[in-house]
């Protein structure tokens, strides 16, 4: 493919997220910003979100890690299910009777400001590292496929990814990115839907004979019950389920666009079919990911060593060229879907938690928020530039790690004061949550020393927020009366 069709293709796709952009972010305010005045419908918002949680991650990942892991991912899926089961009747019923618009005011009405404090920082520590990740991975296939061959070096076309997120969320925040989110996931949608059906028409299989295929393959193989294995199935299963409910029930990103909605009922409505739908388009990339390896063998072609490079590598350098413009196009919009609304909830939480917000004046508010904005994306940039120099591991693990040392605290928090009624000594809560990743490091480094062979995976991020309980457990000074209790809720 060439640099000039995939640029043409590139400001042709962002014309219309700054059309859609135009036509949301008229006669806006904050609270269009931060809620889209309350008024999302559920069904756009559910469907909008299955882009926001997969992102570019996703689309080159998951396939890739196929050869490897087989289909054992999906044991992470059905996982999720769990996990957002919970956040639907336990998380969600609380964010809306507390009339919340950044989820963290929780902790200071529960605990007190140093509590509140810690938890809104860890979400912006979690989020612009994770968000950084994922958009690490689609600046570096463009790089591969337009900038390397115009000689723009890699920082640069970092700076213009970001510009071009920037561009069209800067003013309508969240009422424009529940409308860019549904044409994004469509769009993703359309892409690897299109890319399994061209790949199966290479291979000369129908849609029965790719079932059949894929099934017959190595790398179908769904569970595994070795309880030393790192694919272990309880080990996978309960970490998917705590992975959903601190990367959707305690991300702001995620609750922002559920907060986003008319009502309760309709919130709830949105989770649980934005659930389903999500193990069926993750089966969708796994599906992806075993075609292109029976692809790759029975053509006879070498992939590179590194999962993530299989995916770009087959479609722009051996498929139809209509392969590599669907998988351009896909890429861009699964990654743009998660990274829009991440700097939307990052600016939310920064000006809402950080910067007293509520007592401002609508004009400090807005010029409050663009210099957030900007200073968010430049932080974003030079975090991806940082990743480049430092990764060496699939995107899709750097990604979970990076969850589990960072969302630990935040489930840590939550659950002790969801599910227990004491008090703790706010002053040193800050400690507890820096203390319990550390020890978590630790004991994940020495587990295979210290546990007969036993090593940890994805459930760092379970050890992490249950040292966290502890520590506050340890803290905690006596018992909050249900009076008390409640008093502080209403005052939110």
């Known amino acids: 493919m060439s640099s000039t069709l995939i640029i043409g293709l590139i400001v042709g796709y962002f014309c219309i997220l700054i059309f859609i952009s135009y036509l949301t972010s008229r006669n806006t305010d904050s609270e269009t910003f931060f809620l889209a005045n309350r008024q999302s419908p559920w069904y756009v918002v559910a469907f909008g979100m299955i882009g926001t949680s997969l992102s570019g991650v996703t689309f080159v990942s998951i396939p890739g890690m196929v050869e490897k892991a087989q289909f054992s991912y999906l044991q992470v899926v059905l996982g999720y299910l769990v996990g957002y089961f919970v956040i639907a009747t336990v998380l969600m019923p609380l964010y809306y009777r ?33 968000a950084s990740i994922r958009l690490f991975l689609v600046a570096g296939v463009l790089q591969l496929a337009v900038f390397n061959d115009l000689g723009i070096p890699f920082a640069v076309s970092v700076i213009i990814t970001i510009l071009l997120i920037w561009v069209y969320t800067f003013r309508g925040g969240m009422k424009t990115i529940i409308w860019t989110d549904t044409f994004q996931t469509t769009a993703m949608l359309l892409a690897v839907i299109t890319s399994i059906w061209l790949i199966s028409d290479e291979l000369n299989v129908g849609f029965q004979g790719m079932v059949e295929t894929i099934k017959a393959s190595d790398y179908s193989k769904v569970f595994y019950w070795d309880v030393r294995d790192d694919k272990y199935f309880l080990k996978q299963f309960l970490s998917g389920a705590f992975i959903a409910i601190v990367m959707t029930g305690l991300d702001q990103d995620m609750m922002q666009k559920n907060l986003s909605c008319k009502n309760i009922g309709e919130a709830q409505k949105n989770m649980f079919w934005f659930s389903i739908i999500l193990v069926f388009v993750n089966i969708l990339f796994l599906s992806l990911g075993a075609l292109l390896y029976i692809y790759a063998g029975a053509k006879g072609i070498t992939l590179p060593e590194k999962g993530d490079d299989v995916f770009p590598f087959l479609a722009l350098g051996y498929f139809p060229q209509v392969v590599g413009i669907v998988f351009i196009l896909g890429i861009i919009a699964i990654t743009y879907a998660s990274a829009d609304s991440a700097l939307t909830a990052l600016t939310t939480s920064f000006c809402v938690d950080f910067l007293d917000f509520k007592h401002k004046s609508e004009h400090e508010r807005v010029r409050m928020r663009y210099i957030v904005h900007f200073c968010i994306s430049v932080v974003m940039v030079l975090v991806i530039i940082a990743f480049d120099v430092l990764n060496n591991q699939n995107v899709i693990t750097a990604v979970f790690v990076v969850a589990g040392y960072t969302y630990g605290p935040l489930l840590g928090l939550y659950a002790f004061g969801l599910y227990t009624k004491r008090a703790v000594r706010d002053r040193f809560v800050p400690a507890v949550c820096v203390v319990a990743p550390i020890l978590t490091y630790i004991i994940s480094y020495n587990s295979a020393d210290w546990f007969w062979g036993y090593e940890f995976g994805f459930e760092v991020l379970i050890l992490n927020g249950f040292l966290t309980f502890t520590g506050l457990m340890a803290l905690s000074s006596g018992r909050i009366d249900q009076l008390e209790l409640a008093q502080k809720e209403v005052q939110v």
């Open 98 to 130: 507390l009339n919340l618009v950044s989820i963290y005011t929780y902790l200071e009405q529960r605990f007190g400001y140093w509590s509140y404090k810690t938890g809104a920082a860890f979400f912006l520590l979690s989020r612009t590292l994770g």
